[in-house]
């Protein structure tokens, strides 16, 4: 049986077209005989009762207009032979080998590594260096090789973790090499001299503080001082954080090591010196890292302030050695873990608030202080003269003020 109005095939017992919707009536006897003839009153209100109702969103739906091809002018080139597009799977014959030339291009990976630079080359650096490491020291009967391998390793990741967040001006090798050479010979025979003259008691917080704090901290903030504050180049104060961390990962190392050594010789290989061995030469880089650069930011800022160059500096390594202090009276507790934390929190701290503490504070419009070396469009954005950045992207109270305003000249 067939609907009449759009020739649909239908069952024989439908009252109904499922394709146009049309009414079908048939007599008992006579199936086929009154086809499109109209239903009774009360089997169409059945009908119309038994059928699902459309959705608003049905009802109101636009119909869909069929797709057209795009015509030949907009449809573009035709793609290249062996390349698939999309939906359309290329030939059998324009499908490129699979060889295993084509797999490994030696050449082409060669290439690739001569050129690595930045993080790609640092990923190289640090994934290859432990199973160097294992092979050099895996028979090394003096374990302090193997800790130096160790220390300078984790003291390497956090200097580049520490670049990352801080984000100094281009970095210069001899620089670093200076104040890595200076804090490794001069800086570590200094703290173990007036450590030794002074011969702390640790169970006593300011025996911590003026015979292990001071001492070391000095240590840490001399190459800083030497190669950064007095000398004519300048930096802004991000360089100067960051090159007191390297000072004082380069300290920690020599700690770390020297430590190791110690609870291998007097644990003779148990559990916990073991535990204290690792976390030694994990995190001791870490902390003395930080806390140089909480003085090195003072330094830094002391640039900025001549009239109160010494002060600053003297407030920065009190503030080190006075948190340095209390960790090594307490490192065996919460309270030392809760130091440890506070001085990573004041590292971060300066780092983000930084360049706002040197615009407060600075002699005089920022525009004015001479910056050495350094061109200007190195400096990190909150550091960058004010004279030269765009007058509508300024707020109102950061305008430079102008001669003879009531705000050219501030007090401090």
Known sequence: MTCPACRSDLAASARSCPTCG???AFAPDQPQ???GAPLPPWEQAAMEARRPSLTHQQQTARPVAPRRAPSPALAGPPAPAGRATRGVRPPRAALPEVSL???????????????????????LVFATAPFVLLQVTADDPDFSHAAWGFAIYFAMMWGLAIHLLVRPEPVSRWLVVKVVGTVAVLGTALAVALERALSPDLDHVLWAIFGVGVPEEVAKALPVVLFMLLAKPSWTTRMYLFMGAVSGLTFGVIE???YSSLYQLVGGGSGTATTLIIWRL??????????AAVSAYFIGLAWWRPDQRWQLVGVGVAIAAVLHGVYDRWSGGWVGTATAVLIVLLFVGYVRAGDAIVQDLAVGPVAELPHGELPPAELPP????????????????ELPAREGSPGAHRSF
């Not at 990976?109 to 990923?123: I, P, Q």
């Not at 994990?282 to 806390?291: R, S, T, V």
């Not at 909150?382 to 109270?397: Q, R, S």
């Open 22 to 24: 049309s009414l079908i």
């Open 33 to 35: 005989a009154r086809l």
């Open 101 to 123: 030339s084509a797999l490994t291009p030696l050449r082409l990976l060669w290439s690739h590594l001569l050129t690595v630079r930045g993080l790609s080359a640092w990923f």
């Open 256 to 258: 770390a090591v020297g």
């Open 282 to 291: 994990l995190a001791d880089g870490l902390f003395h890292g930080c806390c």
């Open 382 to 397: 909150a550091e960058l003269p004010l004279a030269e950045l765009p007058l509508a992207d300024l707020p109102a109270a």
